[in-house]
């Protein structure tokens, strides 16, 4: 059982397109993280939320956590190739850090 | 300033035998964590050291097993390989002391286990 529950799995657009991708649990996290990953390279970080309700602003995204923090979401506007990658969401509970199993995101020009 | 290295990138191993992988975290940093990652997975947390000692431990075998040195470098060793042990192993480098919260983890590109 996944504590972080991604999705959707695969998502294709083409450019130019919005997209949100999710993570829910059914836990309390007092932080999220999301970090995207490229083929062949490991996880980068792109942001940490910590205050329910909160939204943090990276050029074309937009991550808010949930008021409950038990989801979070990140949307992404006029999507580009460059946005192609595998997004995950790390979530701390309980003095332990969990990883979801990823959204798999491909841009198509 | 070197972000985290890891070696080799690729390697590809028999079923039983014995692999050591390594990793140097990025400079600054006291904390190495290992992750492994299955292909379509997230990564899953393995164990992280931090003054040579590990600190935390997932849900992993004991033919799993580490070390970190004195200069923060670290080693992970896998015994016995099963055709499963097959994925992606990171590692990732962070500051000790910083609340779990806002840990920040630099990552490594992996090393590609193949076990055949």
């Known amino acids: 059982t996944q504590l972080l529950e991604q999705s959707p799995q695969f998502l294709s657009i083409q450019e130019g397109e919005n997209l949100t991708v999710y993570c829910n649990s059914s836990s309390v996290f007092s932080s999220l993280q999301w970090y995207r990953q490229e083929p062949g390279e490991g996880p980068v970080l792109l942001v940490t939320v910590v205050t329910g309700g909160e939204v943090k602003k990276l050029k074309r995204l937009t991550f808010q956590f949930g008021d409950a923090r038990k989801d979070s979401s990140l949307h992404i506007t006029a999507a580009q190739p460059g946005d192609t990658g595998l997004y995950l969401c790390r979530g701390s509970t309980l003095g332990r850090l969990y990883f979801g199993r990823g959204t798999q995101l491909t841009v198509w020009p | 300033d070197a972000g985290v290295t890891q070696s080799p990138t690729h390697l590809i191993k028999t079923r039983g035998q014995q692999v050591t992988l390594r990793c140097s975290p990025k400079?600054?940093?006291?904390?190495v964590s290992w992750y492994q990652q299955a292909l379509g997975q997230g990564p899953q947390f393995i164990f992280q050291?931090?003054?040579?000692?590990?600190?935390q431990r997932g849900n992993f075998p004991d033919r799993f097993s580490g070390h970190q040195f004195p200069n923060y470098s670290s080693e992970l060793n896998v015994n016995a390989l099963l055709l499963g042990d097959s994925a992606l192993y990171l590692c990732?480098?962070?500051?000790?002391?910083?609340?779990?919260?806002?840990?920040?983890?630099?990552f490594g590109s992996g090393t590609q286990l193949s076990v055949l």
């Open positions: 990732a480098s962070s500051l000790w002391g910083h609340a779990s919260t806002n840990e920040k983890l630099f």
């Open positions: 050291y931090y003054e040579e000692e590990e600190r």
């Open positions: 400079s600054g940093h006291d904390t």
